[in-house]
């Protein structure tokens, strides 16, 4: 692929989103590009690094599971890392005991006392859910619903009250359906084909998807939007109500933070152990060194998870997406559309609840259609094809 001269494009955020963008204009394009990051580190929220003291592997930002259905994103990573075996189970701690997460048949039988197979349980669950309820209209209706009660008063009331800080009838139903609810003993806690973690850490992987020559990575560099007119493109990652300069207000997200301790040999037994009661402040506790179980260290690290709503100096993590934020979104997106020569792209410039994965994916799509519209000279779409 020859170099084509007359494009130079500028990315906002060297997280997956930059990188993916960066490394495909390269290789199939030619275009080369400046990848500009606030932080004096590449990776977003995924930036991972060796803790001084233990040698573990930290995830600076929270735990991040890779997985995924997707074969070509899948592939995609492969190519730049060497995935480590690991498949999440996490483990529910309330005040009956050690309960296993996403609900499945152990903890079915567990909860409840008793010995059922897998029918057994599936009708026995459906007798508890709410059936009046025909079209769940947010969380706690799809958990009545499905689940009854019970169940969502001991796992999913307080955990998802503490995690997003209101209540969860005012919360759409799709946060929930993010988790399966299983009748047999798969305590996986994702159904994706495919699931591991970096062997070396995202920021190793990331920086292996950056190493070429058409990309240029420059760290500490806030962006200003006069740097625009240096290139033939901008592609902003970063929050979209943050380019336009909080115009029509601030998007809601909650923010998370951890207490980190470090003590000797291992802390939890587990990586993830969820505290759904409402009766201890924190959502989880991470132990980080359990997401690498290929590696041993004497000395373990521990984050104690805590939620709360983001303020302006805060690093924004969860879309909330209430009803004002999809109004002001709304809106963002309209003054977007008004533009030529910027994309948004990512979790934070198109305000969604993305996985790494999907992420990747849209990456990959939205580099395929921008260079087609670069090629037949057109004006590219300003936002990845997405349910808004
Ligand atoms: N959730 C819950 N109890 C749990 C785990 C999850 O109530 O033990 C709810 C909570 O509202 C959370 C949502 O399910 O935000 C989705 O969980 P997931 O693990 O996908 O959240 P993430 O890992 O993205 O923080």
Not at 51 to 62: A, F, I, K, L, Q
Not at 281 to 302: C, G, M, N, Y
Request: hydrophobic residues 35%; glycine residues 8%.
């Amino acid at each position: 692929m020859t170099r084509n001269s007359s494009s130079h494009v500028l990315i906002v955020g060297a997280g997956f989103s930059g990188a993916v963008l960066a490394r495909e204009l390269a290789e199939k394009a030619g275009i080369s590009s400046l990848v500009i990051d606030q932080r004096d580190h590449i990776g977003g929220n995924c930036h991972t690094a060796r803790d001084h003291e233990t040698g573990v592997m930290e995830h600076v930002y929270g735990p991040h599971i890779f997985n995924t259905s997707n074969k070509e994103v899948w592939d995609y990573v492969q190519r730049f890392c060497t995935m480590g075996p690991y498949i999440n189970r996490v483990k529910a701690n309330i005040d009956r005991g050690v309960f296993s997460m996403p609900i499945n048949l152990h903890t079915i039988n567990q909860f409840f006392g008793k010995r059922l197979n897998p029918s057994e349980a599936r009708a026995f669950v459906g007798s508890l859910g709410d059936q009046t309820i025909k079209e769940p209209a947010n969380f706690e209706e799809q958990a009545l619903k499905f689940l009854g009660r019970d169940l969502y008063e001991a796992f999913f009331y307080g955990y998802t009250k503490k995690q997003w800080g209101c209540e969860p009838r005012e919360l759409p139903a799709a946060i929930l359906k993010r988790l399966p609810v299983r009748f047999n003993y798969d305590d996986n806690y994702y159904s994706s084909k495919y699931q591991g973690i970096p062997q070396e850490g995202y920021t190793a992987l990331i920086e292996s998807i950056f190493d070429h020559p058409m990309i240029e990575v420059k760290l500490n560099t806030p962006f200003e939007r006069t740097m625009q007119s240096e290139f033939s493109h901008t592609f902003f990652t970063g929050p979209i109500d943050e380019y336009f300069g909080f115009s029509e207000g601030r998007l809601g997200y909650r923010t998370v933070f951890w207490e980190k301790k470090t003590t000797e040999g291992d802390f939890q037994g587990n990586a993830v152990i969820n505290y759904p009661s409402m009766d201890v402040s924190h959502t989880r506790i991470h132990e980080h060194k359990h997401f690498a179980p290929w590696e041993e260290h004497e000395k373990t690290i521990v984050f104690t998870e805590f939620s709360k709503e983001t303020g302006a100096e805060d690093i924004p993590y969860y879309p909330k997406r209430l009803d004002r934020d999809k109004g002001l979104l709304l809106r963002y997106r309209a003054l977007a559309e008004e533009l030529n020569g910027i994309s948004f792209l990512g979790r934070l410039a198109t305000y969604r609840y993305m996985d790494m994965h999907h992420v990747i994916g849209e990456a990959l799509e939205y580099s395929k259609a921008w260079i087609q519209c670069n090629q037949a000279e057109t004006k590219p779409p300003v936002f990845p094809n997405q349910e808004s």
